[in-house]
């Protein structure tokens, strides 16, 4: 959850219309629920109504050969109550541009991850070899 939490961009897997699709969205973290906004009546809202989605964020170095990936997987659900909006409004934002009023909570059931780390020694010959 730390991982999570030290982020604000993180991709969402959904399925629409059977198909799979992957969306990068701003986002907080409140203890194990995951918060995002979109737009309402949109193709993330339509795919996030009290279904079970994945929720993914990494951090590679730029050559590839280290870094971290988190993976949540859990229930989605859209928030409706005033309360719970505001609640998240003002730490929340969208860089997908204004009209992104459908706040979506995932609740955390599963979490995985894993390190990715260069196995290269000192001298520049593959350990593995």
């Known amino acids: 959850m ?6 604000s961009v993180g991709r969402i897997a959904v399925t629409s219309r059977a ?4 969306v990068p969205v701003n986002y907080v973290l409140t203890g194990r629920t995951i918060l995002f906004r979109t737009e309402p009546g949109g193709m993330l809202a339509a ?5 079970v989605v994945a929720f993914e964020v ?3 170095a730029a050559d590839g050969r280290s870094g971290w990936s988190v993976l949540a997987v859990g229930i989605a659900q859209h928030l409706e109550s005033g309360c719970d909006v505001r609640a998240v ?11 992104r009023n459908q706040f979506v909570s995932i609740a955390v059931g599963q979490l995985s991850g894993r390190t990715v780390h260069d ?8 350990a593995a070899c």
Not at 19 to 22: D, E, K, M, Q, T
Request: charged share 20%; glycine share 10%; no cysteine.
């Open 2 to 7: 730390r991982r999570l939490a030290g982020h």
């Open 19 to 22: 198909l799979p699709v992957i």
């Open 47 to 51: 795919a996030t109504q009290n279904t």
């Open 58 to 60: 990494d951090e590679l």
């Open 89 to 99: 409004e003002t730490a929340l934002t969208s860089a997908a541009g204004p009209g």
């Open 119 to 126: 196995d290269i020694t000192a001298d520049g010959v593959d």
